[in-house]
């Protein structure tokens, strides 16, 4: 029982308990794949609620930075507040790398496109960490 449940603790949980309360009951292979494959999302969900606001922090900090820009902070710590502000800080990444193409500045593009890099590791962690359960 938890006291002070995150959303990552409940994730887990509810992982834990198809993995090894519901998947032992179940005698159909294509439903016991299905049930893989919802275990696995339930765990990679779990990491992204665990961290997801400070990869966003991060990767913004990083785009300030590279970009010059002050880019403010969320109006609220609410995922749909911190969003947004994310999605203004992708609109200044774009902004910047359009302007270095325009400028021919192969340096800056390069720099500009190791953010873009580090946001798609990030993505990877969780969505290419994702082996679905009898797909290949």
């Given at each position: 029982m938890f006291?002070?449940?995150?959303?990552?603790?409940?994730?887990?949980?509810?992982?834990?308990e198809v993995r090894d309360t519901v998947l032992p009951e179940v005698a159909s292979e294509p439903v016991r794949v299905l049930l893989g494959q919802v275990e696995q999302?339930?765990?990679?969900?779990?990491?992204?609620?665990?961290?997801e606001i400070a990869w966003i922090h991060d990767e913004v900090a990083a785009i300030e930075e590279a970009t010059g820009e002050d880019l403010g902070r969320p109006s609220s710590l609410h995922l749909d507040d911190v969003v947004?502000?994310?999605?203004?800080?992708s609109r200044a990444l774009s902004r910047a790398i359009d302007a270095a193409f325009a400028a021919g500045d192969?340096?800056?593009v390069a720099q500009l496109k190791a953010l873009l890099d580090d946001r798609s590791a990030n993505e990877?962690?969780?969505?290419?960490?994702?082996?679905?359960v009898g797909r290949g």
């Open positions: 006291t002070r449940p995150t959303s990552e603790q409940i994730l887990l949980a509810v992982a834990e999302i339930l765990r990679s969900l779990a990491v992204r609620a665990a961290h947004a502000w994310y999605d203004a800080s192969r340096d800056r990877m962690r969780i969505v290419g960490a994702l082996d679905l």
